[in-house]
């Protein structure tokens, strides 16, 4: 917004805009010192290794498929033997996952496609919430499974 | 007062009250949401994460008071230009993401809230004409 001494009310528009700027910030800092869900501070991605399928499914068993897609999505259909696990009800259905992992278990994390960003935040989760390794995402997704597995 | 401007102000201001607390109660979500859109760099993320929905909420409250009405329609309309632009950006990109604008509510596909984005951004410039007139 361009200003000049012609126009009084822009002016204080401006004034009044940069207080709400910084009226925001003080809560801001707060969050990020006190909130108990504040994001990690962290300067580099967290790296997740992507699988593609022919090598996921050549993995050494024990391995366990994750479905990180939507509920609707995984009762529709899923890799067969897939768990779902998503962010949208995380805390649901991690039990049911952490009843069939053991110490060694590789497990693979698929969501729709190689643009889904699901598969990869359950994989970073797992990794950092539950420090299990062994954690891999499936390149291209539920769209390359069906596209290999067609009937 | 004219009884649409005030209906209007109501609803917007609520909309970005309602947007910022839901996004307050888990910031780390909204993080993890905004890089999904892969436009920042990873280090820009955590501090957008804690700031933004705090902008939102104290805008969203100056749209109560006269004073600070007209700056916080002019930094909202902003910020409502700026999400549409993240949005399309995504949806013409392909990516499978939510949009996260309403924190652990946000489950609707991109177009949706692409579609809802446009209608506020409107509302947004309207109720800011009005208060010009005013």
């Known amino acids: 917004m361009v200003c000049d001494k012609t126009n009084p009310s822009c002016a204080a528009t401006c004034r009044q805009a940069v207080l709400l700027l910084a009226l925001a910030l003080l809560p801001a800092v707060f969050t990020a010192w006190l909130h108990p869900k504040r994001p990690a501070w962290n300067w580099t991605r967290p790296t997740v290794t992507e699988l593609p399928l022919a090598d996921a499914e050549r993995l050494t068993p024990p391995v366990i498929w994750l479905d990180a897609r939507p509920d609707e999505e995984y009762a529709a259909q899923h890799v067969p033997g897939a768990l779902s696990l998503n962010e949208d009800r995380w805390e649901e259905l991690l039990p049911k996952f952490m009843a069939v992992w053991q110490p060694g278990t590789r497990v693979v994390v698929y969501c729709n496609s190689q643009e889904c960003d699901a598969s990869r935040a359950v994989a970073v989760r797992l990794r950092h919430d539950l420090r299990i390794d062994n954690v891999f995402v499936l390149q291209g997704g539920w769209a390359a499974w069906l596209e290999e597995h067609k009937p | ?134």
């Open chain 2, 1 to 134: 007062m004219n009884r649409l401007t005030c209906t209007l102000r109501l609803l917007a201001g609520g909309v970005f009250l309602v947007a910022g607390a839901l996004k307050v109660l888990d910031p780390a979500r909204f993080a993890a949401d905004i890089d999904h859109f892969r436009l920042l760099p990873y280090f820009a993320v955590a501090p957008l994460a804690l700031y933004l929905p705090w902008l939102e909420i104290i805008c969203g409250l100056a749209m109560f008071v006269s004073a600070l009405r007209r700056s916080a329609l002019v930094l909202l309309l902003a910020l409502t230009v700026v999400f549409i632009a993240a949005i399309t950006s995504a949806w013409m990109r392909g990516l499978d993401i939510r949009c996260g604008c309403f924190g652990a509510a946000s489950t609707a596909p991109l177009a949706y809230d692409l579609v809802f984005d446009v209608i506020l951004s409107g509302v947004l410039f309207w109720l800011w004409r009005a208060e010009g007139r005013a």
